[in-house]
């Protein structure tokens, strides 16, 4: 058990839905981390917040937007869904950023299908 | 997005065998990182690396932060069929916000 909490661990939904997924990190992690991953495309960083900023955006669409609330927990919202946005969305956390601090411990995973 | 080269894509050896599996870049890191992901899981951390040079074991598990800080490697010893997976390399860049960016994993599959 990584310490890093992601709900729901499956999601279906229609196209043009809304979705939230969620993310509690370790203990004393201030940094979370969103990767999405798809079977053809390896992991992905979609965004990372540190202490409720973002730090760093990666190939995130505008469809996409995510949060870090002062209780460090994370959301990340995805709407107007597609079918391509399929894929496992992970979370993780590390403490900061740099050095050791770098090490992300990944959570289970949300699995998210749009029929 | 930026990925790093991650090779071999796929390995099927006989238990017992070693392996092999590196990771190149273009840039330059300050961090490597190994991780292996079982189905349905989330990546695991296997080692973690910080200097140019390092070598580090974990078990039967040993990665190498290259000299030119644009490579690492992953070697496992006398492998069992537990170490079946996808084994991830991540790094961050020098100069980066912190964002780990990922190679695209090799699948590891052993016979017994």
């Known amino acids: 058990d990584s310490g890093v909490t992601q709900t729901p661990k499956h999601l279906i939904t229609a196209t043009g839905q809304r979705v939230t997924l969620r993310c509690s990190p370790r203990s004393g992690d201030l940094s979370v981390y969103w990767y999405q991953q798809s079977l053809d495309q390896g992991l992905q960083f979609l965004i990372q917040?540190?202490?409720?900023?973002?730090?760093a955006k990666g190939n995130i669409l505008e469809r996409f937007s995510a949060q870090q609330f002062p209780d460090l927990h994370s959301e990340l919202n995805l709407s107007s869904l597609e079918l391509g946005d399929s894929a496992l969305y992970f979370c993780?956390?590390?403490?900061?950023?740099?050095?050791?601090?770098?090490?992300?411990?990944f959570g289970q995973g949300t699995r998210l299908t749009v029929v | 997005g930026q990925q790093l080269n991650q090779s071999p894509q796929s390995m099927f050896i006989q238990e017992g065998e070693d392996v092999s599996m590196n990771c190149t870049s273009s840039?330059?890191?300050?961090?490597w990182l190994w991780y292996k992901q079982d189905p349905g899981e989330g990546p695991v951390l296997l080692i973690a690396l910080y200097k140019a040079g390092e070598l580090t074991s974990n078990g039967r598990l040993t990665a190498q932060f290259g000299i030119t800080r644009k490579d690492s490697f992953l070697n496992i010893s006398a492998s069992i069929p537990s170490d079946v997976g996808i084994y991830f390399c991540?790094?961050?860049?020098?100069?980066?916000?912190?964002?780990?960016?990922f190679g695209k994993g090799t699948k590891l599959s052993v016979k017994p």
């Open positions: 917040y540190y202490n409720g900023e973002e730090r």
């Open positions: 993780a956390s590390s403490v900061g950023t740099g050095g050791l601090y770098t090490e992300a411990f």
């Open positions: 991540a790094g961050q860049k020098a100069g980066s916000q912190g964002n780990l960016i």
């Open positions: 840039s330059i890191f300050n961090t």
